[in-house]
Structure formats: C-alpha cells, structure tokens
C-alpha cells in the first residue's frame, strides 16, 4: 500500500523556522508532481507549494520569500522550508503526490495525513 508519511510539524515562536519532510513508502513506478497544502479548521485546503519532477516551483503568495520547497527524486521526498513564520501560518499540512502506483491504471493524487504546523505570537 502507498503512503505518503510526513513529518517535522511543531508548535514554534512567531519568527522562526520549520522544515516539514514528506516520503514515499510503497511500490510505485513514477511520481510527478509534489507538493504541500494546508488547511485551518472551518476552511478550504489551500496550496502552500508545489514542485514539478524537474523542480519549477509554485508558491502561494501568502508564503513566497519565506518558503521553500524541494525534493529528491532518488527518494521520493519533498521538503516544505519554512522560515519567518506567522501566525496565520497555523494550520494542518497535508502532503501531496502525482504518482503512478503498482495496481493502478496510470497517475493519481495521494494525499498524506496532515501534520501540524501551530505559530504562537
């Protein structure tokens, strides 16, 4: 069964830094796009950012300059930078992946758990 599992959420000062890690576990044969989204309570998910296989980035304007995302395609990883973050930044992230899985017909989303990101002011 294909997971996506992340990691690296916390509870921080405003001002400081996170680094979220997203990884693949499971048989698959490609994975495409990656990225990260968030979601308040009460709220539609929004994206955080996003990366293409060959690493042209996509940034929310609320996050851009503060945020970076990036990924291994040897791992299946992606990574979420955050830094100089806010209050309004609090929210569950989820990980998300373009992937072509053993047993599927060809790529779909897979979506992670979430993993909480609280920033106190």
């Known amino acids: 069964q294909v997971q996506l599992v992340e990691s690296g959420g916390g509870l921080v000062p405003a001002g400081e830094s996170l680094r979220l890690s997203c990884a693949v576990s499971?048989?698959?044969?490609?994975?495409?796009?990656m990225g990260w989204y968030r979601q308040d309570p009460g709220k539609q998910r929004e994206l955080v950012a996003t990366?293409?296989?060959?690493?042209?980035?996509t940034y929310a304007d609320s996050v851009k300059g503060r945020f970076t995302i990036s990924r291994d395609n040897a791992k299946n990883t992606v990574d979420l930078q955050m830094n100089t973050l806010k209050p309004d930044d609090t929210a569950l992230y989820y990980c998300?992946?373009?992937?072509?899985?053993?047993?599927?017909?060809?790529?779909?989303?897979?979506w992670g758990r979430g993993t909480q990101v609280t920033v106190s002011s």
């Open positions: 499971g048989s698959i044969f490609g994975v495409n796009a």
């Open positions: 998300s992946a373009k992937m072509w899985t053993v047993g599927t017909p060809g790529f779909r989303d897979y």
């Open positions: 990366t293409t296989r060959s690493g042209a980035a």
